[in-house]
């Protein structure tokens, strides 16, 4: 098997199986009790929560450990309208992830929404950002990096702009940590969204960024946990598996990781892009992660290139929305301007540290030959979608 989908998940790396193993068994402890057994786990907390700070720039005492990246985003929406009861307008962009984007819907029509849409590039304008800010407002969220395209999102000016207008700032950073640097110590990002599977940590864990002095309203209730600002007994083994995955990301990126997953990412866009004549990039192929390839191919539907794709043990996925007997185009390609019928031939191709030279040019042998046999079976150019085996 070649696994080219690591924007879905991650493997986990095996350090960091190898560093919750013990509180999956004899280090069981509840971290709030004040015997020697929860101590333990009360440190193994303390020192996963430095482990991710020092991913980010941040202090351990903003770290708040959550479930996963979408209670993250939603706890940062839910608490900077809680904390501010007078403000009830939110500003995102089109191509948000659905934690950012069904959340603020389903908080209708007491929240008032703006979208900013973005250019062909994917590319938000933070022109257009500073006209929509309102002294309404709320909170400016803003993903740093496409979970779909990879585009990375001007971030750092988006966080000036709202500051400079009194506007609390959130990132959803999910697919960005552990692919590319990230410092929030500048002082504009005031929450900042992370999970733990899309850097190789288990499913199940992700943190939330809060910085210190921003006021905060817990999404959850219940006990004291993360000082008060996150209810429910901690799940230790994926906390400490969420440091060490931070430590290693850390350490990846220190010694040139990101460069590294552009060399894969570009020797597998070099081989299909000379090989098949009419695929294109999607979005801007300055500003996007360095492990992420989004395309699309004429003629060629993404749910039928799967299909053959992954009968030769190659794991992609596309870039549209797929569900049994039903294909929708990506909302993120309709945002960015293109048309149905190239969103519906793109596809999402990302690579992690664990994968090599020789994997990816297998993975370029597969695709290329499923898209000739996929073009061999239709008709003419638009013809019907094929029905593959």
Known sequence: ??????????????????????????????????????????????????????????LP?????????????????????????????????????????????????ELEVTELPVSADGLIDPRELAKAIRPET???????????????????????????????????????AGKIPIAVNGGNIDMLSLSGHKFHAPKGVGALYLRRGVPYKPLLSGGGQEDGRRAGTEAVPQIVALGKAAELARHRLAENGAEKLAELRDLLEERLLGAIDGIHRNGTAEYRLPNTSHLSIDNVPAG???????????????????????????????????????????????????????????????????VEKIRSLRPQNNGPVIVAE
């Open 304 to 370: 039928d290139l799967l299909i053959l794709t992954a009968e030769k043990g190659l794991c992609i996925s596309s870039g549209s929305a797929c569900s049994t007997g039903k294909r929708e185009p990506s909302r993120i390609m309709q945002a960015m301007g293109h048309s149905d019928e190239r969103a519906l031939s793109s596809i999402r191709l990302s690579v992690s540290s664990m994968n090599n030279s020789d994997e990816i040019n297998q993975a370029a042998d597969i695709i290329i030959s499923a």
């Open 1 to 58: 098997m070649i696994y080219l989908d690591n924007n879905a998940t991650t493997r986990v790396h095996e350090e960091v199986a190898a560093a919750m193993a013990p509180y999956l068994g004899e280090e069981y402890g509840n971290p709030s009790t004040g015997y020697p057994l929860g101590k333990r786990s009360r440190e193994a907390i303390d020192h996963a929560r430095q482990q991710v700070a020092e991913m980010i720039g941040a």
């Open 138 to 176: 709320a909170l400016v969220t803003l993903m740093w990096a496409n979970n779909e395209t990879g585009i990375i999102q001007p971030v750092l000016e988006a966080a000036q702009i709202a500051h400079e207008a009194g506007v609390l700032f959130h990132t959803d950073a999910v697919n960005a």
């Open 61 to 109: 005492e903003e770290i708040v450990f959550t479930s996963c990246g979408t209670e993250s985003d939603n706890a940062a929406i839910a608490s900077a309208l809680a904390a501010q009861p007078g403000r009830r307008h939110l500003i995102t962009s089109s191509v948000e992830h659905s934690a950012i984007i069904l959340f603020a819907k389903a908080l209708a029509p």
